[in-house]
């Protein structure tokens, strides 16, 4: 062959084998970029998955957040429930004494009546402590048992008071200074009274003394030997000296 047609011949060579690697590149390079796709496709998937994974699980723990508190809302309401029972109760009980309350009236307010006679009857019985104070106390309660603007309540509460106040009297001991009418003169005294065991009166010039006598219903003079004791007596129930033993005038029981 002449070097022409060999020199020919070698390019023909080399072009067809450039055209078949370029042949071959293309299908390598597609395959390529689908493979790049299709990473940054799973990529994206998962970035997907991975927020409604994220938005599932905010979901359930607000879902379980929710459900507690419903829980805990029902107790609540079931303790409330207890509550409103109970004070329907109450309410149902006041009713009632609502209702009954005019039929108390009707039998509290003779009781009173009776009660305030009874307490008269007694304080005019009774060792004459503070007399004219505790009637006075009498007429008062009489006064209130007439007075509109005093609830049933309140008059009873007053009717108690003074019995509990009588009953004081049979425990003190007191002095206190009143007049006293001796053979139709009135003279100025210290009242002395152990309870109601004994009840006597010193003169203020502390000369005299006398006794009294429930059941003469009267005033006795004491002897001599008496006198120094009610000064003493006297001067105790004020706190002017210290409480001591002293011979007191008391009458046996009987």
């Known amino acids: 062959m002449s070097k022409r047609t060999l020199i020919a011949s070698t390019m023909t060579a080399?072009?067809?084998l450039g055209s078949s690697a370029v042949v071959s590149a293309d299908p390598l390079n597609d395959l390529h970029n689908e493979?790049?796709?299709?990473h940054a496709d799973a990529k994206r998937s998962q970035q997907k998955i991975n927020s409604l994974f994220e938005q599932s699980q905010e979901l359930l723990a607000e879902y379980r957040a929710v459900v507690?508190?419903?829980?805990?809302?029902?107790?609540?309401?079931d303790y409330l429930q207890t509550l409103v029972e109970d004070q329907q109760r109450g309410i149902d009980s006041l009713q009632r004494q609502i209702d009954n309350i005019e039929g108390v009236k009707r039998g509290?307010?003779?009781l009173m009546f009776r009660m305030i006679d009874a307490l008269e009857e007694f304080i005019r019985l009774d060792v004459p402590i503070n007399l004219t104070e505790r009637l006075e106390r009498v007429e008062r309660l009489r006064d209130i048992m007439g007075n509109s603007n005093v609830t049933t309540s309140e008059q009873f509460r007053?009717?108690?008071?003074a019995y509990q106040i009588e009953n004081e009297y049979g425990t003190k001991i007191s002095a206190n200074q009143g007049k006293l009418e001796i053979n139709g003169t009135e003279v100025t005294v210290d009242f002395f009274n152990l309870g109601r065991t004994a009840l006597l009166a010193l003169s203020l010039d502390q000369a005299n003394?006398?006794?009294?006598?429930?059941?003469?219903?009267?005033w006795e003079p004491l002897g001599d030997e008496y006198v120094s004791s009610v000064v003493t007596a006297v001067r105790m129930a004020r706190n002017q000296v210290p409480f001591d033993l002293i011979k007191l005038p008391i009458p046996a029981a009987e």
């Open 209 to 218: 003394a006398w006794r009294w006598d429930n059941g003469a219903r009267q």
């Open 68 to 77: 507690d508190e419903t829980e805990n809302l029902k107790v609540y309401n």
């Open 14 to 16: 080399a072009l067809a």
């Open 35 to 38: 493979s790049a796709k299709t």
């Open 108 to 110: 509290v307010v003779p």
């Open 158 to 161: 007053q009717v108690i008071e």
